[in-house]
């Protein structure tokens, strides 16, 4: 079975504070991915990597970065954290195109 | 512009009864098809993939209909534990990233 672990399920932080969200899959998949859930929006992809290093922005980009080190492990930055970033962050993974993503355990960040 | 359609209920079914839901993709070159399921404050998680000549796993059918773009999730004999928003999933050629749709939420009452 795919796991991709989430560093924390619940993170309290406060406005103005970098923020960082870490994954890590154990199926050395290629393509990583992050989003964001919030009621009545659905899931909204942030950024997604497809190789260590290599990075694309998503649909909602503005006010995060990532970085993948390694393959094995993505995270997600919150540079300047702001309540309107406040939300349920869900990290993917998947090893090849047009196959479906699997998720982690999901991050639930209020930002103060 | 990648867009994928749900009704988003909710859906409220007595137990043993068969539902249906449907989904509508506007991109024609619309690749791979799937549908998540996903319980209250959880992460979604595969139910199912769809395929051209239609699927079946237990309870579940899926069908896809090509020509007029929509994909739907028939649940037979519905169970308590089967409440939850069915998201459906399309994906494109060549792209790793999928387009979810907003999700349709079921409610089973005994």
């Known amino acids: 079975d795919v796991k991709v672990t989430q560093s924390s399920r619940y993170l309290v932080k406060r406005t103005g504070e970098k923020v960082f969200l870490e994954c890590v899959q154990d199926m050395d998949h290629e393509n990583m991915f992050w989003y964001r859930q919030d009621p009545g929006l659905g899931l909204r992809l942030i950024y997604f990597s497809y190789d260590v290093k290599m990075k694309e922005k998503g649909d909602i980009p503005e006010g995060y970065s990532v970085s993948r080190e390694k393959k094995e492990r993505f995270s997600l930055i919150l540079e300047s954290a702001s309540t309107n970033q406040t939300s349920m962050y869900l990290c993917a993974s998947t090893g090849v195109n047009n196959q479906p993503q699997h998720f982690g355990d999901g991050t639930r960040l209020s930002i103060l | 512009r990648k867009e994928v359609e749900q009704d988003p209920g909710p859906f409220n079914v007595p137990e043993g009864a068969t539902v249906a839901f449907n989904c509508t993709y506007s991109?024609?070159?619309?690749?791979?098809f799937f549908w998540y399921r996903q319980d209250c404050r959880k992460e979604p998680k595969l139910l199912m993939s769809?395929?051209?000549s239609g699927n079946e796993d237990g309870r579940f059918t899926a069908q896809l209909n090509r020509a007029s773009q929509y994909i739907s999730l028939l649940i037979r004999d519905s169970k308590l534990s089967d409440s939850a928003t069915y998201l459906c999933v399309v994906t494109f050629s060549g792209y790793s990233t999928l387009t979810f749709g907003k999700g349709t939420m079921l409610l089973v009452s005994p």
């Open positions: 991109n024609s070159a619309s690749q791979s």
């Open positions: 769809v395929y051209s």
